[in-house]
T-cell receptor, first 114, second 109 residues
Framework: ETGVTQSPTHLIKTRGQQVTLRCSSQ?????VSWYQQALGQGPQFIFQ???????GRGNFPPRFSGLQFPNYSSELNVNALELDDSALYLC?????????????FGSGTRLTVV | GEDVEQSLFLSVREGDSSVINCTYT??????LYWYKQEPGAGLQLLTY?????DMKQDQRLTVLLNKKDKHLSLRIADTQTGDSAIYFC?????????FGAGTTVTVRA
């Protein structure tokens, strides 16, 4: 059983640029959530995808968008990058509403905006 | 609402027990989780408790839930150097997780 894999592991972008982060969910999981973890803080929910549809969204502006593909992998896109977007971006997968096993997290993508 | 609070730091001697405390605000949360994060890594699920339970034990880990006071704690017995990490309490609210800021646990010899 493979876990959640994210790519790239590290990324440096310039303010104003766009970035795409990728996530492959754990085998058998059909739900993907994205979280932003700023330095010294807990993860903050960005949005969740279930069966290729956005299933819920946190308090993030529209320049944060996502996709889920038929194989349940996912992308997080951020447009017009700002310095405050520098953070660890975590992807988590789950099997629908199976909260008994929580959410399996990837190791994250460390994004630095300069 | 979703507002999870934790103490920020805990220092414990190797072999002693660690107790990490957390308070949450949403009484409708059905699951509460403890995650561990080591430097440079993602989050590892340690354990969880369903809201109709008061206690759950899993090897060295004991979770206590006081639903009336919305207080959750994690006790780690016989704390080892490998337990040094950041521990996050999280409540499940509307299919998303709301996390505390994390408690940094340092184990000293």
């Amino acid at each position: 059983e493979t876990g959640v894999t994210q790519s790239p592991t590290h990324l440096i972008k310039t303010r104003g640029q766009q970035v795409t982060l990728r996530c492959s969910s754990q085998s058998g999981h059909n739900t993907v959530s994205w979280y932003q973890q700023a330095l010294g803080q807990g993860p903050q929910f960005i949005f969740q995808y279930y069966r290729e549809e956005e299933n819920g969204r946190g308090n993030f502006p529209p320049r944060f968008s996502g996709l889920q593909f038929p194989n349940y992998s996912s992308e997080l896109n951020v447009n017009a990058l700002e310095l405050d977007d520098s953070a660890l971006y975590l992807c988590a997968s789950s099997l629908g509403a199976d909260r008994d096993h929580g959410y399996t997290f990837g190791s994250g993508t460390r994004l630095t905006v300069v | 609402g979703e507002d999870v609070e934790q103490s920020l730091f805990l220092s414990v001697r190797e072999g002693d027990s660690s107790v990490i405390n957390c308070t949450y605000t949403d009484s409708s949360s059905t699951y509460l989780y403890w995650y561990k994060q080591e430097p440079g890594a993602g989050l590892q699920l340690l354990t969880y408790i369903f809201s109709n339970m008061d206690m759950k034990q899993d090897q060295r880990l004991t979770v206590l839930l006081n639903k009336k006071d919305k207080h959750l704690s994690l006790r780690i017995a016989d704390t080892q150097t490998g337990d040094s990490a950041i521990y996050f309490c999280a409540e499940n609210f509307d299919y998303k997780l709301s996390f505390g800021a994390g408690t940094t646990v340092t184990v000293r010899a």
